[in-house]
């Protein structure tokens, strides 16, 4: 397949509905699907084709884009007589946004080989905002020559693309980057709750730490965007990032390595099932109360 003229995009939520635009704007012909009907009248209202039908959208699809909430339901829509590889056509190229487990798409390769599709996992960072935009980060597992096919796709979803590797390694950059975030959000706020029980608040902080090495992208763009205003409407929920560390957490664990810090980030987390909402916004959990407090 020398030329992509027709890009399906399955899953049509906030991300999805923002790269199936993404990809239209960049002059490519969209076709979306989504097992919600309001989600296809959404797209549709954006001039967007939309379709119900598995059997048309991969009839019609020279490559594909998948935006969906895990590893389970990816696997669920591919595999099977019913599935999405039953149905495309040789050459097609996959391309699956997802933060999804290695392990359960390395158990699919098999399958992928034996429809002929060629697949590269990118899971993206950036949120609907940076999806509507195009404007999204974009970390890659490809070969070389998948990767150049998939070009004007790539380029119309994300202004930062970094090709990690070959097949999965997009996957592990992803975990490994979504890790860094749920640790610096704990971090964080437990740095910050130090200075403020010393009485300095954290807004008279921020801009000093952001100029000194003690600076992340939580104290750059977290804080002041989303939690010293009180916002919290990233669009990335509680629910997506607690399965993302527990499937980093799974990672280190088959990668024989057993890290106290990793290790007390996934716990805390996990804990947050507790008091925290699966669809409050992830930068909640800076309002956790970790503080262990010891009796005098």
């Known amino acids: 397949m020398s030329k992509l003229s027709t890009i399906g995009v399955i899953g049509l939520g906030k991300m999805g509905r923002g790269m199936a635009n993404s990809i239209q704007r960049a002059g490519l012909t969209v076709i979306g699907l989504d097992a919600q009907e309001a989600a296809r009248a959404a797209c549709a209202a954006d001039g967007l084709r939309v379709s119900d039908s598995l059997d048309e959208l991969a009839g019609a699809a020279d490559a594909i884009v998948l935006s969906l909430p895990n590893s389970d339901i990816v696997r669920a829509l591919l595999e099977g007589p019913g599935g999405l590889l039953a149905k495309v056509r040789p050459g097609t190229i996959l391309i699956d946004t997802t933060t999804a487990d290695p392990k359960t798409m390395q158990a699919l390769a098999p399958a992928l080989r034996d429809a002929g599709v060629r697949f590269i996992d990118a899971p993206v960072s950036g949120g609907p905002a940076g999806a509507a935009k195009g404007a999204l980060t974009m970390f890659i597992g490809a070969s070389v020559d998948d990767l150049a096919a998939a ?3 790539l380029a119309a979803l994300g202004e930062k693309r970094f090709h990690i590797g ?53 104290t750059l763009y977290n804080y002041p965007s989303r939690i010293l205003n009180e916002g919290f409407d990233s669009g990335f929920t509680m ?58």
């Open 151 to 153: 070009e004007p796709v």
């Open 166 to 218: 070959e097949q999965g390694a997009g996957y592990i950059a992803k975990l490994v980057n979504n890790l860094l975030v749920a640790s610096h959000l704990l971090t964080a706020s437990e740095a910050f709750r130090i200075a403020e029980a010393a009485g300095v608040r954290t807004e008279q902080l921020l801009e000093s730490i952001n100029a000194g090495s003690g600076r992340s992208g939580v």
């Open 239 to 296: 629910q997506l990032m607690r399965k993302d560390v527990r499937l980093a957490q799974s990672l280190m664990r088959e990668s024989g390595l057993a890290l106290p810090v990793s290790s007390a980030v996934g716990a805390i987390w996990q804990a947050s099932e507790n008091t925290l909402a699966d669809q409050d916004d992830f930068n909640r959990i800076v309002t956790l109360d970790t503080n262990q407090r010891q009796a005098h």
